[in-house]
């Protein structure tokens, strides 16, 4: 859901690995739809959508951006790497606090004689899909036998992006490398080792999230290991309000609360709770959203631009009442 209310949302294969999104607007009025390729992530903007995916086979194989508009009309695509089939593709994106999408990826280096280099670049674009700054080389090296690929990026409050990557070709095997860009993509630091034991492998879920007042923090398949000081080129432990707890952080009340999106069930659960934080990590309260009756879900929740929260309906509740389709319950604006 974006900023002004409008709803995309996924619904029907539409072949070629691509799937047909849907825009309806504040009052469920159908909009638009688009097809795109699948993809973990789809970020809402103050005004429309953005995404990024990889895209497999033939001439086309490559890392792709899509902007779209709150009518779902696509504003922009850009291609961000080609790749001979998939092989050697790693990418992550994440959302911008500013608005927009910052995504990093390691690609082979093109017209080198060693099949062996990579290159890690990162571009950065703002919430209407335009280049906040153009793609950027942040190291090359030679990519080991054993090497893991593995890279995650984000961007703070104050337009500072950090991408951490395994560091094996320039630390030792085991180790993570980092490195701060400014808000035009100038590097802020040199490459420095990140004190991350590793970042696993590319199946991880990985997170940098931003922090109010500036910095950002790791999260590892759901625990938060470390925290980045703004342009800093070292890492502290989590913040002790944020070390044990679980859950995705987001910053809601126009950047002046935290709120705490409880992880996705591992099991189906009827009632979903989310903790909304002071920027201190004081506790504010818990909000809890109840399925509705006979129902229980397993998909996590989803924390729209303008502060709603929407939660999914179970596939199964629907089938035993003789429906089709989904069914979405959402509060509007209250994390606004």
Known sequence: MDGAGNLAYAAGYAGYGTYRWYVRSPEWSPLNSFISRPTPDLWPQAHGFQTVSLIC????????????????QSLTTVGLGNYSGCDGAEF???????????????????????????????????????????????????????????????????????????????FGAGTTAGRWLDAQGAPLTPIFQAQVPSLGSAS????????????????????????????????????????????????????RAYALLPPTPSAPVCTQQVEVLAPDGTSCGVMTFETEPGACASDPLVLGADGTILQQQP???LLENGMNGCIEKWWPGILH
């Not at 990026?153 to 500072?160: A, K, L, N, P």
Request: aromatic content about 8%; charged content about 20%; cysteine-free.
């Open 57 to 72: 086979g033939g001439a086309t194989s490559g890392i792709e951006f899509e902007a779209f508009d709150g009518m779902g």
């Open 92 to 170: 992550h994106d994440a959302a911008d606090p500013a608005g927009g999408t910052v995504v990093a990826w390691v690609r082979p280096t093109s017209g080198e004689l060693d099949e062996r280099q990579r290159e890690l670049k990162v571009q950065r674009f703002d919430g209407t899909g335009q280049t906040r700054f153009a793609a950027v080389t942040v190291a090359t090296w030679l990519l080991g036998a054993q090497e893991q690929l593995a890279v995650v990026v984000g961007t703070d409050v104050q337009g500072r992006a950090l991408v951490l990557w395994n560091g094996d070709a320039f």
């Open 204 to 255: 991880m879920s990985r997170a940098l999230t931003p922090l109010i007042g500036g910095g950002l923090v790791l999260q590892l398949d759901g625990m938060w290991t470390r925290s980045f000081a703004s342009g800093v080129s070292s890492a502290s432990a989590p913040p002790d309000w944020l070390a044990q707890r679980r859950g995705r952080l987001e910053i809601v009340r126009g950047g």
């Open 315 to 317: 596939l199964a509740h």
